[in-house]
C-alpha cells in the first residue's frame, strides 16, 4: 500500500520503476489530475497511456492494470484518500494476495524475459507450516499441456518451458507442498533427427529399421582423406582451408579468391562439386570472403531450401541467389 501524497512521509510519488528481468520499467508522471493540489484523481503513465485513479475516501472501485514485461500489475484504490494498493497479478489476471516470488528467466530465443511466479500458502500454525501453492510460468501462459503427472507417483508433478527450465513440485505433504526448480545455464533445444528408416541416425529413434551411433562428425581439413567416400561439407574458403582449396582449385586469397570464386568483400559462396578429388562422392564448399561471410552462409545454408547440386552467392543468412552459367556457341 502506497501514500501517494507523501510516499515516504514528506513527498509526493512522481515514478514506479518495476523490475522487467532486462532492468525495470516505469510508470512515471504520477501526478495529481491536471495541477489541482490536493486532488483525490492521479494520473500515471505508461506503455504510452494515460490511467486514472479517484482515490477519493470511501471509494475502493477504482482499478487498472499495467504490463511490465511479461507479468501484470493491478493498482487499486483502498477507500482512503491517495492511497492505492499494488498487487501483481497471476497469469490468468487474478491479484495475488498472498506472498510470492518472482524468478526472472534470461532473453531466450523469442527475444523476451519470462518469469517464474512462485506462489506461496500461509501457514496457518506449527503443523501447517509454509509451502508451495503453484509456480506458474508466463511462457504459454501457464498452458497444462507442459504439465504432466509422473506415472509411478502421482504425487509428483513436472513442467517445462522455452528456456528449458523445470519445474517438479511435490504434494506427498499436503499441507506444505514443496517445489525445486531447475534452470539451465543456457537455454536448451532439441536434438531431433528426421530420415528415412533405413538411413544411419543417432540412437534413440523408435523406427523399425536399426540405429547406428554416428560419433564425432567433424574432421579437419588435415584429415579429409579419411572421409572420402562420404558426402562432405566443407566450412571456410580456400585461403584458410586446404580442401576447399582442393575443390575450388587453389588456395586462393583476398583478390585471386574474387577472381576465381566471382565471391568478393561482404559476399559468400555455397557450391556443390560432385567431381573433386577428395571424395567420391559430394564436395559441398560453403565460404565467405571474411569470417563473418561464412557464419551468414552457414546460416543460410542450415534455414533455407538449397540445391546441393548448385552454386549460390549470397550477402547476408537470409539472401542469396543460384549462380547460372551460360555458355555460348558459334557456328
Known sequence: TINLHTWEGTNALTQLDIPDGDGYTSV????????????????????????QLNTSIGDESNSFTVAIGQLTYNLTTTGTENQTEIRLQDVGGTNIDSPAIIIFE????????????????????????????????????????????????????????LWGTIITTDSSDSDQKTAVISYPDEQVYAQLYVAEESA???????????????????????????VSTKNLVIIGGSCINSAAASVLGGANCGAAFTESTG????QFLIKGVSDSSITSKLALVVAGYE??????????????????????K??????????????????
Open 28 to 51: 512515471s508522471s504520477i501526478a495529481f489530475q491536471s495541477a489541482i493540489i490536493n486532488s483525490s484523481v492521479w494520473n500515471f503513465t505508461a506503455g504510452g497511456s494515460v490511467s
Open 106 to 161: 534470461e532473453k531466450d530465443d523469442n527475444n523476451v524475459y519470462e518469469a517464474l511466479i512462485v506462489k506461496l500458502e500461509n501457514g496457518v500454525d506449527a503443523d501447517d507450516g509454509l509451502g508451495i501453492d503453484d509456480v506458474e510460468r508466463t511462457w504459454s501462459t501457464d498452458d497444462t499441456a507442459w504439465e504432466h503427472t509422473m506415472p509411478g507417483d502421482s504425487k509428483i508433478e513436472k513442467s517445462a518451458d
Open 200 to 226: 544411419s541416425i543417432t540412437a534413440g529413434s523408435t523406427t523399425s529399421a536399426s540405429a547406428t551411433q554416428l560419433g564425432e562428425v567433424l574432421v579437419k581439413d588435415s584429415e579429409v582423406s579419411s
Open 263 to 266: 565471391v568478393g568483400s561482404g
Open 291 to 312: 569470417a563473418t561471410d561464412t557464419v551468414n552462409a552457414a546460416q543460410y545454408l542450415t534455414t533455407k531450401t538449397v540445391d546441393t547440386d548448385k552454386e549460390y
Open 314 to 331: 549470397g550477402t547476408s543468412s537470409t539472401t542469396a541467389e543460384m549462380v547460372v552459367t551460360t555458355t555460348e556457341t558459334t557456328e
